[in-house]
Nanobody
């Protein structure tokens, strides 16, 4: 089971980035996937989540209206479109997959994690 995150980089404030997370291996994460972010010295923070079945999405208040999470079931891939980026969005972004029902905003609900991709937003 592998999650491969990509798409991070350096962008100016107000700019956009699109993160991707491709899943491979045995069927897993049957309930959904999420994006979390983390800066040094802080806990992993919820950003967005999506369910595989209905495609229902959930967002942290800090990103609502700016970030959009989507899925491509055929490709086992989820995306995070990030617009109007702010310096405070700077973090390592991790995608996670969950095999259980639980609070989608809590990182302990997720069973598998990708390696993370760094997003840096300059002011």
């Amino acid at each position: 089971v592998q999650l491969q995150a990509s798409g991070g980089g350096l962008v100016q404030a107000g700019g956009s980035l699109r993160l991707s997370c491709a899943a491979s291996g045995r069927p897993f994460g049957r309930y959904g996937m999420g994006w979390f972010r983390q800066v040094p010295g802080k806990e992993r923070e919820f950003a967005a989540a999506i369910t595989w079945s209905a495609g229902s999405t959930y967002y942290a208040d800090s990103v609502k209206g700016r970030f959009t999470m989507s899925r491509d079931n055929a490709k086992n891939t989820v995306y995070l479109q990030m617009n109007s980026l702010k310096p405070e969005d700077t973090a390592v972004y991790y995608c996670g997959a969950r095999d259980r029902i639980g609070r989608v905003t809590t990182h302990t609900t997720y069973d598998y994690w990708g390696q993370g991709t760094l997003v840096t937003v300059s002011s």
